[in-house]
Every structure is written in C-alpha cells, then in structure tokens.
C-alpha cells in the first residue's frame, strides 16, 4: 500500500446481508378460545401455549383456524418479531350476546412477558375503547337495498404510543382470570395481538 492509496473494501456478502433483511408489515398473533355451554367457565384461561400441529387440551389437534403460533408454544420463532399495538376480542356472530355480556363483565385479562406482567385491565374495558365494525352485504343489489350485519364484535384495548416489543423465544401469555359463569351457548373468540410483525425475506 502506497503512502497516497487506500485498500479497496471487500466486496459485500450478498447472502449474508440477505438473510438479515426482513418484511415488516401490519399483521398479529391470534388464539382461539372455546367455552362450552353448561360448565362453568375456568378461573383462568392461558392464551398461546399451543402452536399449530399439536394437541390441545380437548385433545383435538389445532389448525390455523385455532391459532397462527407455530413452533414451540407461549413463543415466537426466531427470527420473528412482533410490536404490538392493541390488544383484541373478537367474539363469533354465533355467541349468545347475554354469554359475551356476562363474560366480558366477569374477566381480567392480563399480558405476562416471561415472570413481568405488563399489561392488565378489566375485559369490558377493551369495550370501552374498541371500535364497532359491521360489514355491507348486498349492496348495489339490483333492489339497490344494502343490508348491514354485524360480522363478529370486536372488543379493542388500544396501547397507543406505548407499543409492546415481543422478541422470539421469549415466554409470553394473555391470561383471562374471573369468576366462572354457566353460558347459555357454547362461547367461541378469538384473543389477537394486533400490531408491526419482522417475518424473514424468503
């Protein structure tokens, strides 16, 4: 090397730098519960323990209509990472609305990040914040009678500007604690963590 030049830089690693970019995009993690009608409801009902592929309690195995967890349970796989933004409750069109009504009345829902709970508040609160949606059916139907029917009743805790960092193998779990109710029908939602996902660039 002379006193007036400089080492040329090694070319970039194309496959390394390729395998560090990632696709982030608005997506979430959800989890499906289902209560039969009858017994009473459990004191405490542990969210995202069982990824896809695996047994659950009733002894079914869960499929994507279940839950989007996969890998290990109460985790994200590396290198997914996931900023949530809002905490939903989206309970089915089939639910009694008395049973949603009792429910969302009885429960506490909390957000544990390994032994830290990082979140709590009552289930009816996230029907306080939430925003109604409805879907229109039919419209611009030759009749030109659009009909509007509620798809499903989402129930949204929003955190606004302070956003939750949930990185990949890292024990995690929403549990809903209450005192148990007997439900007139079977009581089906889903428990979903709204926000940013990091998926890696196949």
């Not at 949603?100 to 390994?114: D, E, K, P, Q, R």
Request: hydrophobic share 40%; net charge neutral.
């Amino acid at each position: 090397m002379g006193i007036f030049t400089r080492d040329k830089p090694a070319p970039p690693d194309i496959d390394t730098m390729l395998g560090q970019v990632v696709d982030r995009r608005r997506d979430g993690l959800y989890d499906r519960v289902r209560l039969p009608a009858g017994d009473p409801t459990p004191r405490e009902i542990a969210c995202f323990q069982v990824p896809v592929g695996h047994l659950a309690v009733d002894g079914k195995v869960r499929t994507y209509s279940d839950t989007n967890l996969f890998g290990q349970g109460s985790q994200l796989p590396v290198p997914i990472e996931l900023i949530i933004r809002r905490f939903l409750f989206v309970f089915q069109p089939s639910n009694d609305p008395a049973d949603v009504n009792a429910f969302l009345a009885s429960y506490v829902w909390g957000y544990w990040l390994l032994q830290k709970r990082l979140q709590q508040a009552p289930v009816l609160q996230a029907a306080v914040k939430g925003e109604m949606k409805d879907l229109v059916r039919n419209f611009g139907a030759e009749d030109c009678k659009g009909t509007i029917e509620r798809l499903a009743v989402p129930f949204s805790y929003n955190l606004g500007d302070s956003a939750i960092f949930l990185p990949p193998l890292c024990f995690f779990v929403v549990k809903l604690e209450g005192e148990p109710i007997r439900l007139r029908r079977d009581l089906d939602f889903y428990v979903i963590l709204d926000g940013t996902m990091d998926w890696p660039v196949q």
